[in-house]
């Protein structure tokens, strides 16, 4: 059905402006004093005040590799991360383990592990590809550098960062 | 006026007048005469017409001056081209200064009160507020002024003009209204298109 | 020659201009975005202060970011100064250059304080004391139409050039409304003088405020209904003249990208910049002179005190200047209170509303005098 919408008549008052003008200040300036007495809910002053404490579980920070409850790193080297990862932030140099080593029978393990964090986008996506569950994306987000190198975390920063993680996977376990 | 600055004054607007004529960039031309202007308004200053001054600033150079440039921008002129030089023109044009000049000369050689330095005529203004007194104190705040001490330029150029000249300004509004009708009259075009159907 | 003369006038034209002017822009630069971000429920720019970590200290002083418009200049001064290949290059530099000077001259006849008394001597606190006062600041200002138009020309590209256009034929028209509007002002006063209206006001009431001295007759209240109108007239109009926001098309930023200025870089962008927070300031000092009483203290006719005592004038000007913050306060929360107008709707209002509406004032203001009077 054709439905005509009809022009509002204006009365003389609206037409002058001035009346709805005066609204408008009005509102403005209630907008500056709330916010002067602080009723005002405001963005958060970002060094002082941080939202730590209200992170979510599911939050997504720097990747990080993590050591099991023995100490043993995780990483098996198998560079599925590496392939995986969109921006191509993570390089892996794998090396074999001795055959003298406790943890011989693992096999491979990474002789240098690096993850470019000027480049990585926080996907997730080698947490969620790796079968060792050894990289873990953890809480912390202010990364930051004077040169690109310092950008550059290398397996020790990212063990450094990660820690121990207890748990989940005992496919290496002895009692296994 | 220090003498001085009575010269920087005249250069700058002679300079400037000139390089209206001699520049061909037209924008050149028309800012250069803004600064003429400007000269000028400095001289009338210079005189104590403050009045004078202001409204040559006000009227020439911030309203009629920025009119011509508009249309002078809009209409995209571009620089002149040089000419072959006009001999009979250039003559004419000499002679007809020159002409002037001598005129000019012969006029103020005539002129007897124009001898008297103008820093050795004082401004008589007590003499004038007691004369007005005398004559009924038409205007009391002229008279307040010229006691105070300061010549009252504005005010007396609004006497003079509604009170003596009173009818002559009202022809010239007149005049200037007729005119302003019929630049709208003839620059309206005729309305043959119904509104809302587009052009 | 008067040495006094010579060196006081000096003294008032450094000191208003390069310290009160020039530091308010920088101020103005400030304000806006604080007022623009509390009007938004944002905080704003608060961080800029004393950097005291540099010199080895523990904590910055923050001082509520008011060493930002220092950051900002020193921004403004390191990036890089672009000239276009394509621009008509005497006119491009000639232009932000023309839109700064008229702004920093109009103060000169703007009575920032009645009277100072140095050693004895009593001292205007005006530059020039010129009997053509408003005319004056009108003559001045309108040659910053100028700087505008020419820079428009200058850049030598569309958007400027339409910016340019607009901001000309915007400024002539609301001029005629801004010079109507004071005629009435100008008929009750009898005065052209900035200095004597703005004393004859501290002796009588403000222009919109008659209530001591004369003020409180009958006459003067009957004036109060054109005076309104002019008041109101005036501040309008001069929101245009200064390219303010209900009125900024010469650089509105939906339609003409950045208009007169895009072209323009680093500081001599700033110049366009601070011109007009100059204007805006000067603007602002204008309205206070003419209609809230410039320096002058409420209620208390003070001008004779000020001749005498040292403490009065500085206070006077302590008064004028706080009065000017208040109202430039006005033009900003304005500014981010109303949206842009369009063109034609600004046009019309220029020529078919104020213009009719100042020159009908005119004839009331004749009428009420004519019957006051007698
Ligand atoms: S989070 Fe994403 S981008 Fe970052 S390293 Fe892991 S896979 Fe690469
Ligand atoms: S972190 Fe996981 S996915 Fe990456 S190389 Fe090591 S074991 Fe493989």
Redesign the pocket.
Same mark, same amino acid.
């Given at each position: 059905m054709a439905y005509v919408v009809e022009r509002p008549k204006l009365s003389f008052a609206e037409k002058l402006y001035f009346p709805s003008i005066l609204k408008g200040l009005k509102i403005t300036l209630g907008h500056i004093i709330r916010l002067m007495r602080g009723r005002t809910k405001v963005t958060m002053q970002y060094p002082e005040e941080k939202w730590d404490a209200s992170l979510p579980a599911h939050y997504r920070g720097a990747p990080t %590799?993590v050591t099991d409850e023995v100490g043993r790193e995780?990483?098996?080297?198998?560079? %599925?991360? &590496?392939f995986?990862c969109p921006p191509r932030a993570?390089t892996?140099t +794998?090396e074999q383990i001795p055959t003298e080593d406790k943890w011989a029978k693992v096999e491979k393990r +990474?002789r240098e592990?690096k993850i470019d964090m000027i480049r990585c986008i926080y996907c997730g996506m080698?947490e969620e590809?790796? +079968? &060792?569950?050894?990289?873990y994306l953890r809480k912390d987000y202010a990364i930051t550098g004077t040169t690109r190198e310092e950008m550059v975390h290398d397996k020790k920063r990212l063990y450094e960062l990660g820690g121990v993680r207890e748990g989940l996977v005992n496919k290496w376990n002895e009692l296994k | 006026m220090p003498q001085p600055l009575f010269y920087l004054f005249v250069a700058v607007m002679l300079g400037f007048g000139a390089a209206v004529v001699l520049l061909r960039n037209p924008v050149s031309s028309a800012l250069s005469l803004v600064v003429s202007f400007a000269g000028l308004a400095a001289l009338y200053v210079s005189l104590n017409a403050y009045f004078a001054g202001v409204l040559q600033v006000l009227v020439y150079a911030g309203a009629v001056m920025v009119l011509f440039l508009f249309i002078i921008m809009l209409m995209d002129i571009r620089e002149e081209q040089r000419r072959k030089i006009n001999k009979v023109a250039v003559v004419g044009g000499a002679a007809l200064v020159v002409g002037f000049v001598v005129q000019l000369g012969g006029v103020l050689a005539g002129y007897e009160a124009g001898r008297k330095p103008l820093d050795r005529v004082p401004l008589q203004l007590a003499e004038a507020a007691e004369a007005r007194r005398a004559v009924g104190n038409v205007s009391p705040g002229i008279t307040a002024d010229l006691e105070r001490g300061t010549l009252p330029d504005t005010k007396l150029v609004g006497e003079a003009l509604f009170t003596r000249y009173h009818l002559q300004l009202q022809m010239v509004g007149v005049l200037l209204l007729v005119a302003t009708v019929g630049v709208i009259v003839i620059s309206r075009r005729e309305d043959r298109v119904v509104s809302g159907s587009g052009e | 020659m008067d040495w006094f003369l010579v060196l006081s006038s000096l003294i008032k034209i450094s000191g208003f201009t390069f310290l009160v002017i020039l530091p308010m822009v920088a101020l103005c630069s400030l304000a806006e975005r604080k007022v623009s971000a509390y009007i938004q429920d944002r905080v704003g720019p608060n961080r800029v202060g004393v950097p005291m970590t540099i010199f080895g200290a523990k904590k910055d002083f923050p001082l509520f970011g008011l060493i930002q418009p220092l950051a900002d200049g020193l921004k403004f001064i390191l990036k890089e100064d672009l000239t276009p290949k394509h621009v008509r290059k005497f006119y491009f530099w000639l232009a932000p250059v023309l839109t700064m000077v008229p702004a920093l001259l109009t103060c000169a006849v703007i009575p920032f304080g009645s009277y100072l008394n140095i050693g004895g001597r009593e001292v205007k606190m005006v530059i020039a004391d010129l009997n053509v006062g408003p005319l004056f600041t009108f003559a001045i200002a309108s040659l910053g139409v100028y700087g505008i138009v020419l820079a428009g020309w200058a850049s030598n590209s569309k958007y400027p050039f339409l910016g340019g256009v607009r901001s000309s034929s915007q400024m002539i028209s609301y001029e005629i409304a801004l010079g109507l509007s004071v005629v009435p002002v100008l008929m009750v006063f009898q005065e052209l003088n900035l200095g004597m209206i703005v004393e004859e006001q501290d002796r009588n009431g403000w222009l919109l405020l008659p209530l001591w001295g004369e003020g409180l007759s009958w006459q003067r209240w009957a004036l109060l209904l054109p005076m309104g109108i002019s008041f109101v007239v005036f501040t309008i109009a001069m929101f245009a003249e200064t390219n303010r926001m209900p009125f900024d098309l010469p650089e509105c930023e939906t339609e003409l990208v950045a208009g007169y200025h895009t072209e323009y870089s680093s500081m001599k962008f700033a110049m366009f910049f601070l011109g007009e927070y100059a204007a805006m300031i000067i603007g602002s000092g204008l309205i206070v002179t003419l209609f809230l009483g410039g320096w002058s203290i409420p209620f208390l006719p003070t001008a004779e005190l000020a001749k005498t005592t040292w403490w009065m004038g500085l206070l006077h000007m302590g008064c004028f200047l706080t009065k000017v913050a208040a109202f430039i306060f006005f033009f900003m929360w304005v500014r981010w209170t109303l949206p842009r107008f369009r063109f034609d709707q600004l046009m019309r209002l220029g020529w078919v509303f104020f213009f009719e509406l100042a020159l009908a004032n005119v004839f009331l203001t004749a009428l009420i005098l004519m019957i006051v009077k007698r």
């Open positions: %590799l995780r990483c098996v080297a198998c560079q %599925l991360c &590496e995986i993570i892996i +794998p +990474p592990f080698c590809v790796c +079968p &060792e569950q050894a990289i | - | -």
